[in-house]
């Protein structure tokens, strides 16, 4: 009889032990609101990309420049820029980048018109300038 007592016994403490500790895990897991010490989230919308080729005109391309995104706009592209503080700095060494937001769906109704085409040519723009 003792001997059912203790392994009931031993089975209840573990039982409990276990549902302690996965009530703890899940908590600590699903608590955004527990942040490290000393952490400073940054601003979703502050983005710099740096370290990439950026071809800001056909004649004209920036070497280990950096791109400034502040929500949806880019509002500078220079070589040798510090990125502003609290941006999101995102290392693209290696890549070139063509900066411009492109929207992939565009609704055409030409109606059995010719559409009218209009070509802008980097040569035209003497100041080829990238800043917002």
Request: glycine share 10%; net charge negative.
């Amino acid at each position: 009889m003792q001997k059912s007592f203790l392994k009931s016994q031993l089975l209840l403490a573990m039982a409990s032990w276990s549902m302690g500790w996965l009530v703890l895990s899940g908590a600590a897991a699903s608590s955004p609101d527990l942040l490290p010490p000393g952490y400073e989230p940054r601003p979703l919308g502050l983005h710099a990309l740096s370290g990439g080729n950026i071809i800001v005109s056909p004649s004209l391309t920036l070497t280990n420049a950096m791109l400034i995104i502040e929500g949806d706009t880019i509002v500078r592209v220079e070589e040798d820029l510090t990125p502003p503080t609290g941006a999101r700095v995102w290392d693209m060494t290696g890549t070139t980048l063509y900066p411009g937001f492109i929207d992939p769906y565009v609704l055409t109704t030409t109606e059995g018109e010719k559409p009218q085409v209009t070509r802008t040519h980097a040569e035209e723009d003497a100041t080829h300038r990238a800043t917002g």
